[in-house]
T-cell receptor
Framework: KQEVTQIPAALSVPEGENLVLNCSFT??????LQWFRQDPGKGLTSLLL?????REQTSGRLNASLDKSSGRSTLYIAASQPGDSATYLC???????????FGTGTQLKVEL | KAGVTQTPRYLIKTRGQQVTLSCSPI?????VSWYQQTPGQGLQFLFE???????NKGNFPGRFSGRQFSNSRSEMNVSTLELGDSALYLC??????????????FGPGTRLLVL
């Protein structure tokens, strides 16, 4: 059974700082790893999807990496802004329809 | 293109009642998945429907059921509500089922409170 954990559970940083969010998964037989953002009381917004054959994906100030052998993914946010404050969730896809296994989330606060 | 829509957005029910939640996927998408989000358990997969057929089911009791219509709209039903069913229910749509390159698009959710 796939289990996904995220460390830290919460993070507070000053504006402008670069930061890394971590995601670990137990079953390395994944097809892809996805990162989502969730604002309070809202749905999820897809940020990046890394296929199992890829090592990293970039979108603007975001860069996500994937290391299947170690069961880890990281989300790097450059030059953080207050608008980046949200909960970040990673999700592993191991096949069998569209079932995603989500991590526990990291609540990020970027302060002025 | 309009995004995924869910109705209603908020709902208050009492224990023992039943509830039906609705999800309209992005136009052209044939897969709809449902998730339950609670502070204690996080996001958990309920089930997925693709072309009116249930493709996958999570580890939830039979009180949780769903269906999909020919226009890809989906409903989920929870019977005999319990206090622990209070949660944010999210649906997600995608054009395929099991596409490794394709993400899922989530709706804003229905917040259910059971008293």
């Amino acid at each position: 059974k796939q289990e996904v954990t995220q460390i830290p559970a919460a993070l507070s940083v000053p504006e402008g700082e670069n930061l890394v969010l971590n995601c670990s998964f137990t079953d390395s037989a994944i097809y892809n790893l996805q990162w989502f953002r969730q604002d309070p009381g809202k749905g999820l917004t897809s940020l990046l999807l890394i296929q199992s054959s890829q090592r990293e994906q970039t979108s603007g100030r975001l860069n996500a990496s994937l290391d299947k052998s170690s069961g880890r993914s990281t989300l790097y946010i450059a030059a953080s802004q207050p608008g980046d404050s949200a909960t970040y969730l990673c999700a592993a896809y191991t096949g069998g329809g569209n079932k995603l296994t989500f991590g526990t989330g990291t609540q990020l606060k970027v302060e002025l | 293109k309009a995004g995924v829509t869910q109705t209603p957005r908020y709902l208050i029910k009492t224990r023992g009642q039943q509830v039906t939640l609705s999800c309209s996927p992005i136009s052209g998408h044939r897969s709809v998945s449902w998730y339950q989000q609670t502070p204690g358990q996080g996001l958990q997969f309920l089930f997925e429907y693709f072309s009116e057929t249930q493709r996958n089911k999570g580890n939830f009791p039979g009180r949780f059921s769903g269906r999909q219509f020919s226009n890809s709209r989906s409903e989920m039903n929870v019977s005999t509500l319990e206090l622990g069913d209070s949660a944010l229910y999210l649906c997600a749509s995608s054009s395929t089922s099991g596409g490794v390159k394709e993400t899922q698009y989530f709706g804003p959710g229905t917040r259910l409170l059971v008293l």
